[in-house]
């Protein structure tokens, strides 16, 4: 019988729970998978999707070697060539480009594909060697930018508290969030607070998965969350339940705050949200009197066009209540923002010859179509599915289909992407190369080991940019550290909370929790803004072009009233249960467990346009359209279209939800508009 081998790594997907699991191998083959049983947040369980990544990584339509564009782009048709033939090519038209345009011409597009720090977009995998080239700046900001950016307005980081403390609330608001779907791994810790007694809301204009195992569900009107948030802490207020000690040591804009809250009493709130006033004034009260009370929110709560002032309100819940000084209390969005790198080490930022511009990942349309001087002349796609899974995929679509314009994708499937490549570079899976990992919904490290070598020509995004730099001539030394130098110079971090974390120490156990106190509760003495107080007015936000004090941001277009005449629905595009964002989206099995892209949407609304259940319909606007299968039910608010992010446009009529998502940036951070959007249904034919 053979030896088995048991390689502990880390699950590299775009989810908080950022598992540590351990791949059996056999024969150099790695025949099993299973999440880490020693990890205190994995705790042995990996989800749907992750448990077919072996199988995934051995389907037939795996990128085993470069390859050259014959056909047009778009349609997808490649000739196989040699990796010395893809890197001379790509050498050459990068000197042509350069030559000509300067660096800036150069956009590496880093996707979340991967969150690793050596191959994936945390570290921006090459970032130095686009560096040494003088390439524009990429901004990854299509998932958590506004949330992120209003919490540093108002907390002065995006790291709110440790998830893992919900066990230790009385009262649990899953506000716009959607764990049995999407990061599943703080339930056990959910279902320890009610085990305890504590009572669970989930707020969401969808009644998912979490929302139908809470014991209250509030349906808002996507993007009026702030508003409802506030009609909430009017209630609050009115009772005089604020703690005043708490909001006079340690907050900043207070009277004026409470001045906003005046003006959003429950009948307004409920006229904006749709969420009834009874229902306002009770979840206020049971608020009040609760502590500790814990509000977990994550990305799809701030992808519309007021995502930072929503994130600025809910953070201010727990300052009003005292929560943020308590164990088990505070909001819960993200732990990057305690997670103290040494990024400047890793990015080498310096070797840039001078200042250069920043390009918006969510935008790419626009900054192939319409930025100029110089205009984008070569395009790196890392790790990313843009033609699927970015806004405005048409006008997307017209700016990957530019023939001046030179592509070069690293993948390792043939997605919608793919198909507008020049230059198609063979890239490893996560368990076949080494790579650092924080999870942003806990406070492990975690090392990935390569666990097998990687299948045909295959190679790490790391060792591709060290091969294209020798290439190019480069002679500056930084660009050709290894793997381990890169690790090693990321983890040289003099905080205390990571002190002892070394990458010997990593790869030996695998993963590591920060130096945090215990019990953490980051923020009961101060926090990291420049007032040293939670601002409810800030300078950071004003010097955005934000309104400096915390408030409602109306959704743009879902707000609109003169666009609600004409697109009278509006579409949430959420997690998919079989999917992450576009991975998986060609697995025969989670394909066949997804079955066709659908749309739910209330009975009044059906009825209304004389539509039945199980008809294949269009939802569409001025922007583009996709064809889906209508759900009919009363899981869905009236005035609400859901439907699922994932779908690859080619197996899917040739469009996806995005089609319809405008390019717009939200009000903090840059961030996209997936969720602010309206819509039409009709029947297709």
């Given amino acids: 019988m053979a030896a088995e081998l048991k390689v502990l790594g880390a699950c590299p997907l775009d989810c908080p729970d950022g598992c540590s699991w351990v791949v059996t191998v056999r024969d150099g083959k790695a025949v099993g998978l299973r999440g880490n049983p020693d990890h205190p947040y994995t705790r042995g369980a990996l989800c749907t999707k992750v448990n077919r990544w072996l199988e995934r990584a051995e389907q037939p339509d795996r990128i085993l070697y470069p390859m050259r564009r014959v056909g047009a782009k778009g349609e997808g048709r490649f000739e196989r060539i040699t990796w010395d033939e893809a890197l001379d090519e790509i050498a050459r038209r990068l000197r042509g480009v350069i030559g000509e345009h300067g660096g800036e011409a150069v956009w590496p597009y880093w996707g979340t594909g991967t969150l690793g720090y050596l191959q994936g977009c945390e570290g921006y995998g090459g970032r130095r060697f686009f560096n040494v080239l003088g390439a524009s700046a990429h901004a990854v900001d299509i998932c958590s930018a506004a949330g992120a950016a209003g919490m540093k307005a108002t907390i002065g980081s995006a790291g709110g508290m440790d998830p893992q403390d919900l066990a230790h609330a009385r009262l649990i608001l899953l506000w716009g969030t959607n764990p049995l779907t999407s990061g599943h791994h703080v339930w056990k810790f959910v279902q320890d607070a009610r085990k305890a007694g504590a009572h669970l809301v989930a707020i969401d204009p969808v009644r998912t998965r979490t929302a139908q195992q809470a014991d209250e569900h509030l349906a808002p009107l996507p993007g009026t969350d702030a508003a409802l948030a506030l009609g ?86 727990p300052a009003v209540t005292g929560d943020w000084r308590r164990h088990g209390g505070g909001l819960a969005f993200s732990t990057s923002g305690h997670i103290k790198l040494n990024k400047a080490a890793l990015y080498r930022d310096d070797l840039r010859p001078g200042p250069v511009r920043t390009l918006s990942m969510s935008r790419l349309g626009e900054g192939l179509l319409d930025v100029q001087d110089p205009p984008v002349k070569a395009l790196f796609v890392i790790a990313a599915n843009p033609a699927g ?115 010997d120490r990593l790869r030996k156990e695998g993963f590591a929790r920060l130096a945090v106190p215990d019990p953490f509760v980051p923020y009961a003495d101060g926090f990291p803004t420049p007032s040293g107080r939670l601002e409810f007015r800030s300078a950071r936000a004003a010097g955005a072009g934000a309104d400096p004090l915390a408030g409602y941001v109306p959704p743009a277009e879902v707000a609109d009233a003169e666009r609600a005449g004409r697109y009278p629905l509006a579409l949430i595009s959420a997690a998919s249960h079989e999917f992450l964002n576009t991975q998986f989206g060609n697995n025969p099995e989670l394909r066949r467990r997804a079955g066709e892209p659908t749309v739910r949407v209330h009975p009044d609304d059906a009825s209304a346009r004389g539509l039945a259940d199980g008809q294949r319909v269009r939802v569409g606007n001025d922007r583009g359209s996709f064809e889906a299968i209508l759900r009919v039910t009363d899981q869905v608010r009236p005035g609400v279209a859901a439907t699922a992010k994932g779908h690859w446009p080619k197996f899917a009529g040739g469009s996806n939800a995005n089609a319809v998502v405008d390019e717009r940036a939200t009000d903090l951070g840059g961030g996209p508009v997936f969720h602010d959007t309206r819509v039409e249904i009709t029947a297709a034919g």
């Fill in 389 to 503: 899974s970015t806004p405005h995929q048409n006008k997307v679509r017209r700016g990957l289909a530019r023939e001046d314009l030179f592509t070069v994708v690293l993948e390792q499937f043939p997605t919608d992407t793919v198909d507008y490549a020049d230059i198609v570079l063979p890239a490893t899976a996560q368990h076949e190369h080494a790579d650092l990992h924080e999870g942003y919904g806990h406070l492990h490290l975690t090392w990935n080991e390569p666990a097998v070598a990687p299948p045909g020509e295959c190679l790490p995004t790391s060792e591709t940019f060290r091969r294209l730099a020798r290439r190019m001539g480069i002679d500056e030394p930084a660009v050709y550290d290894s793997d381990e130098r890169l690790a090693e110079q990321l983890l040289a971090s003099d905080h205390p909370w990571m002190a002892g974390i070394t990458l």
């Fill in 232 to 317: 909430v802490l009017n209630v609050i207020v009115g009772l005089g339940a604020q703690d005043e000690e708490f909001l006079r040591d340690h907050t900043l804009g207070w009277e004026e705050f409470r001045e906003r809250i005046a003006e959003f009493p429950p009948e307004r709130a409920a006229e904006i949200t749709g969420v009834p006033a009874a229902d306002i004034v009770a979840l206020g009260e049971r608020i009040a009197r609760t502590r500790p009370t814990a509000i977990r929110a994550t990305q799809g709560i701030q992808r519309h066009s007021g995502g930072g002032a929503t994130l600025r309100v809910l953070a201010g819940i």
